[in-house]
């Protein structure tokens, strides 16, 4: 079984922010919490994408290893 980030959100005056606590640079905030959970998921997305996008250019002479990383249920 594959382990799922954790969303934190929290209410503020404005309406809620949130961040993922495992990954540093995804965090939102919106008007209703349902939207917050959108907009995270979105933001977790393009993190992930823009590091992959980072190591691919970093790593173009070679040597690297890249594999899947799957962690256990926690």
Same mark, same amino acid.
């Given at each position: 079984?594959?382990?799922?980030?954790?969303?934190?959100?929290?209410?503020?005056?404005?309406?809620?922010?949130?961040?993922?606590?495992? &990954?540093?640079?995804?965090?939102? #905030?919106?008007?209703?919490?349902?939207?917050?959970?959108?907009?995270? %998921? *979105?933001?977790?997305? /393009?993190? &992930?994408?823009?590091?992959?996008? #980072?190591?691919?250019?970093?790593?173009?002479?070679?040597?690297?290893? %890249? *594999?899947?990383?799957? /962690?256990?249920?926690?």
């Amino acid at each position: 079984m594959e382990r799922a980030l954790t969303a934190i959100f929290k209410r503020v005056p404005e309406g809620y922010i949130g961040f993922v606590e495992e &990954l540093p640079g995804a965090n939102t #905030q919106a008007a209703t919490l349902e939207q917050a959970r959108a907009y995270l %998921r *979105e933001a977790a997305q /393009l993190v &992930l994408e823009a590091r992959r996008e #980072q190591t691919e250019r970093e790593a173009v002479d070679g040597g690297f290893i %890249r *594999e899947p990383l799957i /962690l256990p249920a926690a």
